[in-house]
């Protein structure tokens, strides 16, 4: 791999690395507030899942629209606080839709809607590492059990440290090692399979005249010799 190459292949996922641990460390400091601490921690949402799908893209050969339904999930999912500014609900805990019952209904959705499931299915996997980053958040964190349970999942910012530096290195190993030689197919449509086409026969020579008989060919044993 030439250096360039390399430079390029490194350079994408050390930024977003850079720019999500950034982003985060100011959330916690900033004091809160929905226009400034919403913008820091949705931009740390949006790279830490953009970093997440590079790492799944060194296992999985899936189209362009599941790793976009992966970044706009990994951000969308938040809207589900609005209605806690808006004074509805427990403002000292999440929504219920940030838990594992929400990706449950999206999981049994792609399931039973093949057209969409590659869309699904990355909305699936961008919630899941929306998730992964609120519980790093602390309190009041993720309730991921519920209604199985109640209790909110909470850790500290080391956890989401490791989580990007887990990612980040994943990344950058295996693509630079160019393993695994072989992805996972998602969501691709089957190859075409190809038509039968009729054998080339060759023509009589023009130094010969063909016969009369053969050179009108029955009607009825024409349609016989067509291709299909």
């Known amino acids: 791999m030439r250096g360039r190459d390399l430079i390029r292949l490194w350079a994408v996922p050390i930024l977003l690395a850079g720019i999500a641990l950034a982003f985060d460390a100011a959330d916690r400091r900033v004091p809160f507030s929905v226009l400034a601490s919403g913008a820091l921690d949705e931009v740390a949402h949006l790279v830490t899942g953009a970093l997440g799908m590079l790492a799944l893209a060194c296992f999985i050969d899936a189209p362009r629209r599941y790793y976009v339904a992966g970044l706009i999930a990994s951000v969308a999912i938040d809207l589900d606080h609005i209605p806690l500014?808006?004074?509805?609900?427990?403002?000292?805990?999440?929504?219920?839709?940030?838990?594992?019952?929400?990706?449950?209904?999206?999981?049994?959705?792609?399931?039973?809607?093949?057209?969409?499931?590659?869309?699904?299915?990355?909305?699936?996997?961008?919630?899941?590492?929306?998730?992964?980053?609120?519980?790093?958040?602390?309190?009041?964190?993720?309730?991921?059990?519920?209604?199985?349970?109640?209790?909110?999942?909470?850790?500290?910012?080391?956890?989401?440290?490791?989580?990007?530096?887990?990612?980040?290195?994943?990344?950058?190993?295996?693509?630079?090692?160019?393993?695994?030689?072989?992805?996972?197919?998602?969501?691709?449509?089957?190859?075409?399979?190809?038509?039968?086409?009729?054998?080339?026969v060759p023509a009589a020579p023009a130094d010969r005249d063909p016969d009369p008989e053969a050179a009108e060919p029955d009607r009825e044993g024409a349609s016989e010799t067509s291709c299909t």
């Open 85 to 200: 500014y808006l004074g509805l609900g427990n403002p000292d805990q999440r929504p219920v839709t940030h838990s594992l019952t929400t990706v449950l209904v999206i999981v049994v959705a792609a399931a039973l809607s093949p057209r969409h499931r590659a869309v699904l299915a990355g909305a699936a996997t961008g919630l899941l590492i929306h998730f992964a980053r609120d519980i790093a958040e602390g309190s009041p964190g993720v309730r991921m059990l519920w209604p199985l349970q109640n209790t909110a999942w909470t850790a500290t910012s080391r956890w989401f440290l490791g989580m990007i530096i887990a990612l980040t290195v994943v990344r950058l190993i295996l693509a630079t090692a160019g393993i695994p030689r072989t992805r996972i197919r998602l969501f691709q449509p089957p190859a075409p399979a190809r038509s039968s086409s009729c054998p080339i």
